[in-house]
C-alpha cells in the first residue's frame, strides 16, 4: 500500500488528528449524566446494539478507556472542553468501581484502576488517584491462596491473572504503593513456576478444551510479557528464564517464510489460522518480544518481533481483507492495533518503513469511519464485524479495546510518531502498560 506522500508528515499528523476529534464528537453523542459525573453508553445508535456483551465499565466498553482518549485528545489539541469531560467520566468512576465485581485488567476493576491513575497523573487534583489506590488496594485483598502463591482467577493469560499483576505494578509505580509490586512479584512466581508458561488454558470460549493458544490476551505470549515485565522491575532472574520458555515456545510453533513469521491462532486444530491483531495474532505476540529486547537487550527478540511485522506487511492489508484480519478496525484485533505496532516499531528501531506502513494503516482507519452528514459535524464512528465467525453482525462501539476511543487513540498516537520524525516535540502518550513502547515518540525507554 502507497503512504500519501502529496502532504507533509504534519499535514498527515492534522487529518489523523482530525479524525481523532469527529471520533470525539460522536463519542459525546453517547453520554449520560451530567457535566459533574459522566459516563457513555456502548452504542449510541438508534436501535443500534453493541458487539460486547454488557458490562458495567471497563476498558473494552465505558468510562475508563474514554477518559483516556479524552487526555490524550485534550493534550493534542490544547481544548480544555476534553479536559472537563475527562474530569466528569473520572468522577463517575470514583464511585462506579465501588460496584464491579470483576478484578480482570481488560474487563474489570485492574483496567479501570489504570485508568484512574493514568488520569491522576494528567488531572492531579487527589480524586483520580485516591479513587485508583482504593480500587487496587480491594484487588490486592481479593487475592486467595493458591498452589505456589497467591492468585485471583487461576489463569496466567492477560485476559486473568496476568492482567491483574500488570495493573498493580502499574499502580505501585505510579501511587508509590510499593507493597503491591510485592503483591505482582510473589503472585507471579505462580507463572514462573511453570514449564512453558501460560500454554494451556483448557475451556476458552469458542475454542475446543484441549487447545492450545500462542497469542496475547489468552495465551503464553501475553504470559511471557508480564514474566519479562517483573524481570525489568525486580531483576529476578526466574522471572526471566520463565518469559524466554514461554518465548521458544511461541518461535517453536510458528510459520516461517523468509524473513516473515505467522503465529497459529490456536493449536493443534488452528495452525492454518493466523491472526493478525493484539488480542490472539501476530501484534501482540510482538509486544512481548520487544518487551524481552526492551528489559533484556537481547537484539535476537527484536528481530522476532521484526519477523511478525513482516508477515503483517507482506500479508497485504488493510487494502485486502485475510482471515486473520476481517473486517475490524479496533485495537483487539482490528487494524487499530496494527498501527499501536508499527508506530511503535518505529520508534524502538528507528525504521522509516515502520512508520511509513502505519501511516498507510492510519490512513486506511480514518477513511473507513462513518460519519452522518458529509461535513462530519455528527462525529465518526467505526461499523465492524468484531466476531469473526459472524461476518454479519455488524456494530460500531465507543469504548477503548473495541471501539472510536481505542481507534482515536491510535490515530493521535500515530500523529505524534509523524510529528516527532520531523523533530517536533511531542509530549507524553499515554500507553496501557501491556504496551512495550516509548509513552514519548522517538524517546528510547
Known amino acids: 500500500m502507497s503512504v500519501d ?22 463519542i459525546g453523542s453517547a453520554g449520560a449524566g451530567d457535566e459533574r459525573a459522566r459516563h457513555w453508553l456502548a452504542n449510541p445508535d438508534p436501535g443500534g446494539r453493541s458487539a460486547l456483551a454488557p458490562e458495567p465499565v471497563s476498558l473494552y466498553a465505558g468510562a475508563p478507556g474514554i477518559v483516556l482518549f479524552l487526555l490524550e485528545l485534550a ?35 485492574s483496567g479501570i484502576a489504570v485508568a484512574l491513575c493514568e488520569a491522576g ?17 480491594r484487588v490486592a485483598r481479593a487475592a486467595r491462596p493458591m498452589q505456589a502463591g497467591p492468585g485471583w482467577l487461576g489463569d496466567p493469560a492477560q485476559r486473568g491473572d496476568g492482567g491483574v499483576l500488570l495493573a498493580l505494578l502499574h499502580g505501585a509505580s505510579m501511587l508509590g504503593l510499593a507493597p503491591l509490586g510485592e503483591l505482582a512479584a510473589e503472585a507471579g512466581l505462580r507463572a514462573a513456576d511453570l514449564a512453558v508458561p501460560g500454554h494451556r488454558f483448557g475451556d476458552c470460549p469458542g475454542l475446543p478444551r484441549d487447545a492450545v493458544t500462542p497469542g496475547f490476551s489468552a495465551g503464553t505470549s501475553g504470559t511471557a510479557f508480564l514474566l519479562a515485565r517483573l524481570y525489568g522491575v525486580t531483576g529476578e532472574a526466574r522471572f526471566l528464564a520463565a518469559a524466554r520458555r514461554g518465548a521458544g515456545f511461541v518461535r517453536a510453533v510458528s510459520v516461517l517464510n523468509g524473513e516473515c513469521a505467522m503465529v497459529p491462532h490456536h493449536l493443534p486444530q ?132 473495541a471501539g472510536a476511543a481505542g481507534i482515536g487513540a491510535a490515530l493521535l498516537h500515530l500523529a505524534a510518531a509523524l510529528r516527532a520524525a520531523t523533530g517536533e516535540k511531542e509530549g507524553r502518550m499515554i500507553l496501557l502498560p501491556d504496551n512495550p513502547f516509548p509513552p514519548v515518540p522517538g524517546v528510547p525507554v
Open 75 to 109: 493534550s493534542a489539541t490544547g481544548d480544555e472542553r476534553y479536559l472537563r469531560e475527562a474530569r466528569a467520566g473520572v468522577r463517575y468512576l470514583a464511585s462506579a468501581w465501588r460496584e464491579v465485581t470483576d478484578v480482570g485488567f481488560y474487563h474489570g476493576l
Open 121 to 137: 497523573w494528567v488531572l492531579g487534583d487527589g480524586v483520580a488517584e485516591e479513587a485508583a489506590a482504593g480500587a487496587l488496594e
Open 270 to 401: 488452528g495452525r492454518g489460522l493466523h491472526y493478525l491483531g493484539f488480542c490472539s495474532g501476530s501484534a501482540g505476540v510482538a509486544r512481548m518480544f520487544c518487551e524481552l529486547y526492551r528489559v533484556a537487550g537481547d537484539p535476537a527478540d527484536l528481530d522476532w518481533a521484526e519477523r511478525l511485522a513482516c508477515g503483517i506487511m507482506a500479508s497485504g492489508v488493510p487494502g485486502r481483507r485475510v482471515p486473520g484480519l476481517w473486517d475490524t478496525a479496533c485495537q483487539c484485533c482490528g487494524v487499530a492495533g496494527l498501527v499501536e505496532l508499527f508506530a511503535g516499531l518505529w520508534a524502538v528501531t528507528g525504521r522509516a518503513a515502520y512508520l511509513d506502513f502505519a501511516a498507510a494503516l492510519g490512513g486506511h482507519l480514518a477513511a473507513r469511519g462513518s460519519g452522518d452528514s458529509e461535513s462530519g459535524e455528527e462525529g465518526l464512528r467505526w461499523y465492524q464485524a468484531y466476531r469473526r465467525s459472524r461476518p454479519g453482525e455488524m456494530s460500531a462501539d465507543t469504548g477503548y479495546m
Open 5 to 26: 506522500r502529496a502532504r507533509s508528515p504534519g499535514e498527515r499528523a492534522d487529518a489523523l488528528l482530525g479524525a481523532a476529534v469527529r471520533a470525539a464528537r460522536w
